[in-house]
């Protein structure tokens, strides 16, 4: 998947470049060196550029002279410097996570590494984001949020491919089924797999919906592989819907715990599933809001969010393992991705655009409660991991703080927006999700490679 730059390699490039700097100085008749002085220095120099040439080939995510038009480590500010420095070392040794690295590697237990050679694309040259991901366009003034890439430390994931993706998916179904945070992943595999078609007039709405159209769904196909990339909104992926006859007064609508959502008869049938939830089990989305929680016909009034929760995994999990045929579709279920609101909440003045670095702190305990119900779920559940794949990016995710929206959510031409209006829910493109789509990558190609 990707490169394995480090903080270490990048120090290493830049003592390299330095070396390549002073040589150019280098005086060839200088009496304490003269001829074979210079002829040792220049031996020695072409011997180190085989070197890191071949350290290039070994390890891809070593490049010597970068990208052209990217920022690299030398210039950048102090506290980047200081962030990547904070970042854990690199290790070694690693198999790769397709041969032979996947049978013991835990991809999710890792580490965020400075890499030059991402983002993977650009905004403007994807016309599949919502203008409010597209942070550069939108006036941010930083693109360090762009240049961070998860390294298991226990083998290396594959780069993501975008054709060879798309190849995979020939004659098939990707679906993203959750809350507006699958949409953000969604649209960001849109724009990771667009950037091998150049013909984008290509890739469209099967109905003609415009990429705006946030209620229902949205299927893109890409014509040349016969290949659909959909999206369902169901942010809590069970039925909401009207309550019962007879429910007390305070109930305007409920969660149907023990119902699916809706739109699982267009979704069931795909080839590669991938559901997320969390974002909208808060009290401010539902007893505030007069949604309470239902089973049979019976409003449960004193259930509490914990246990609503845990009740639609268990109801996704027992659907999936009857009537999704896991031989043919492969399942995935990824955890939440923390929000990052200082001083308040999206309501009530909470912010984030200050937040420029990642922070590699751990998991608080209170975060990572989501995790352990989906978790706890799949363990009692007999054939929970078996057909779904829990795709844990909770601990990953929470150490992005730097990569919100933020202010710049307004669209392009519109410039940052007001300070007590900030997004620290939703993700720039480029940024973290693409993140979960190379995990996502790496599963699937394990799979097709497994079965091949």
């Known amino acids: 998947m990707t490169k394995n730059t480090t903080s270490q390699d990048l120090s290493k490039t830049t003592t390299h470049l330095d070396f390549s700097k002073k040589s150019k100085n280098f005086n060839p008749l200088e009496p304490f060196l003269g001829v074979p002085g210079f002829t040792l220095v220049t031996c020695l120099f072409i011997g180190a550029f085989f070197y890191l040439d071949y350290r290039a080939f070994l390890h891809p995510g070593f490049s010597l002279f970068g990208r052209s038009g990217t920022t690299t480590p030398s210039s950048l500010p102090s506290e980047a410097k200081a962030a990547i420095a904070k970042a854990p070392a690199n290790v070694n040794g690693r ?20 890499d030059d050679n991402y983002p993977l694309y650009q905004s403007q040259d994807c016309p599949f984001a919502d203008n409010g991901f597209r942070c550069l366009e939108n006036g941010r003034p930083d693109s360090y949020y762009t240049k961070w890439r998860w390294q298991p430390h226990d083998c290396d994931l594959p780069r993501f491919n975008a054709t060879m993706m798309l190849e995979k998916l020939r004659n098939r179904r990707l679906a993203f089924i959750g809350d507006s945070i699958g949409r953000n992943q969604w649209e960001s595999m849109l724009c990771l797999l667009a950037t091998a078609i150049p013909n984008k007039d290509s890739i469209y709405e099967v109905n003609g919906n415009p990429i705006t159209k946030h209620k229902g769904f949205l299927v893109f196909r890409f014509e040349d592989y016969n290949c659909t990339v959909e999206y ?45 939830s969390g974002h909208w089990w808060s009290y401010a989305k539902t007893i505030k ?70 922070d590699f702190g751990p998991l608080p305990n209170n975060t990572r409660k989501l995790v352990d119900i989906v978790s706890g779920v799949l363990s009692k559940h ?53 993140t979960w789509n190379e995990l996502v990558y790496a599963l699937f190609l394990r799979r097709e490679y497994s079965r091949s």
């Open 232 to 276: 369902y909104r169901s942010p809590y992926l069970v039925v909401q819907g009207s309550p019962p006859k007879g429910s007390p007064k305070d109930v305007r609508m409920t969660l149907k715990l023990d119902h699916v959502t809706w739109t699982h008869r267009q979704w069931k049938d795909a080839d590669v599933l991938v559901f997320n």
């Open 95 to 114: 198999l790769g996570f397709l041969n032979g690295g996947g049978d013991t590697c835990d991809i999710y237990d890792g580490k965020w590494v400075w």
């Open 289 to 358: 809001q007069g949604c309470y929680f239902q089973e049979g016909m019976e409003v449960k009034m004193k259930m509490d969010l914990t246990n609503a929760f845990q009740k639609s995994i268990e109801t996704l999990v027992d659907f999936v393992a009857s009537q999704v045929d896991t031989k043919k579709t492969q399942v995935m279920l990824r955890t939440y991705a923390p929000v990052h609101f200082r001083g308040g909440t999206w309501n009530t003045g909470g912010h984030c655009h200050q937040l420029k670095l990642p």
């Open 382 to 434: 007999p054939q929970g991991f078996q057909v779904i794949k829990l795709m844990n990016v909770t601990p990953m995710t929470y150490q992005r703080q730097d990569g919100h929206t933020s202010l710049y959510h307004f669209g392009p031409g519109n410039g940052p927006g007001p300070m007590n209006r900030q997004d620290c829910s939703h993700w720039c493109l480029p940024g973290v999700p693409d």
